[in-house]
């Protein structure tokens, strides 16, 4: 071992690693662990794949936290921003339709967002028949991003089929554009009871009219009757 100072303040350098003033600052274990501080950083081999956590003066497990504006980038993809674009482009498809219901094709146009990652996405859904229908979509994050990777890292899709299988029952809810006929049926047929009334009131006005016309000749024709005896 080799001492460079005093006791206070001195670096020592043995077979296990380095030491500032007693404190180890980066050591190297016999069961090939290699620290870096006191406490913290570990790396190790082990079996083709390099390890590495943090443990802390109790030797228990701590989160690595990645701090200050530094990113934390794979393969040049910055992590955090990628997990973020998988959220904004699984929003943005699942504003799109995936069973026309009042026509054959159906196409539509979402957004989504997710972490402050913004993606939009377009997409149509066909009905083949009254059991078939498909759909595909895709889906692109905004451009511009750094550490986004390739486009294959900034885009996604997907394509899929709705098979109906059993008897096919009557829905128990109507359509908009049915709602929209069946109102206006109601209120052709207010109309047209607005209209039967009317003409009964006409009716009932001009019956009353007959009767009374009808009592004043009688009454007259008693009178007469009446006179010539």
Same mark, same amino acid.
């Given at each position: 071992?080799?001492?460079? *100072?005093?006791?206070?303040?001195?670096?020592?350098?043995?077979?296990?690693? #380095?030491?500032?003033?007693?404190? !180890? #600052?980066?050591?190297?274990?016999?069961?090939?662990?290699?620290?870096?501080?006191?406490?913290?950083?570990?790396?190790?081999?082990?079996?083709?794949?390099?390890?590495?956590?943090?443990?802390?003066?109790?030797?228990?497990?701590? !989160?690595?936290?990645?701090?200050? *504006?530094?990113? #934390?980038?794979?393969?040049?993809?910055?992590?955090?921003?990628?997990?973020?674009?998988?959220?904004?482009?699984?929003?943005?498809?699942?504003?799109? !339709?995936?069973? $026309?219901?009042?026509?054959? /094709?159906?196409? *539509? #146009?979402?957004?989504?967002?997710?972490?402050?990652d913004l993606a939009f996405s377009g997409g149509c859904a066909s009905k083949i028949n009254e059991k078939l229908s498909v759909n595909y979509a895709a889906s692109i994050t905004m451009p511009g991003q750094e550490y986004a990777g390739n486009f294959e890292d900034q885009f996604s899709a997907r394509a899929?089929?709705?098979?109906? /299988?059993?008897?096919?029952?009557? $829905?128990?809810?109507?359509?908009?554009?049915?709602?929209?006929?069946?109102?206006?049926?109601?209120?052709?047929?207010?109309?047209?009871?607005?209209?039967?009334?009317?003409?009964?009131?006409?009716? /009932?006005?001009?019956?009353?009219?007959?009767? %009374?016309?009808?009592?004043?000749?009688? %009454?007259?024709?008693?009178?007469?009757?009446?006179?010539? %005896?």
């Amino acid at each position: 071992s080799i001492q460079i *100072g005093n006791d206070e303040h001195d670096i020592d350098i043995t077979s296990e690693g #380095l030491s500032i003033d007693g404190l !180890p #600052l980066i050591s190297k274990k016999d069961n090939g662990e290699l620290h870096i501080g006191q406490n913290s950083w570990i790396t190790k081999e082990d079996n083709g794949r390099q390890k590495v956590w943090a443990r802390d003066e109790a030797g228990n497990a701590i !989160p690595i936290d990645y701090t200050n *504006g530094t990113k #934390l980038l794979i393969n040049g993809r910055d992590v955090e921003q990628s997990i973020n674009n998988v959220g904004a482009l699984s929003a943005a498809l699942t504003g799109l !339709p995936t069973v $026309p219901t009042e026509n054959t /094709l159906a196409c *539509g #146009l979402g957004t989504g967002t997710h972490g402050g990652d913004l993606a939009f996405s377009g997409g149509c859904a066909s009905k083949i028949n009254e059991k078939l229908s498909v759909n595909y979509a895709a889906s692109i994050t905004m451009p511009g991003q750094e550490y986004a990777g390739n486009f294959e890292d900034q885009f996604s899709a997907r394509a899929g089929f709705v098979w109906k /299988l059993g008897k096919a029952i009557k $829905p128990t809810q109507i359509s908009m554009k049915e709602g929209k006929e069946l109102k206006k049926e109601i209120i052709a047929l207010k109309e047209n009871n607005q209209n039967i009334i009317s003409q009964n009131k006409a009716l /009932l006005a001009r019956l009353e009219k007959l009767e %009374k016309i009808a009592l004043s000749e009688n %009454k007259s024709k008693d009178l007469a009757i009446y006179r010539l %005896k």
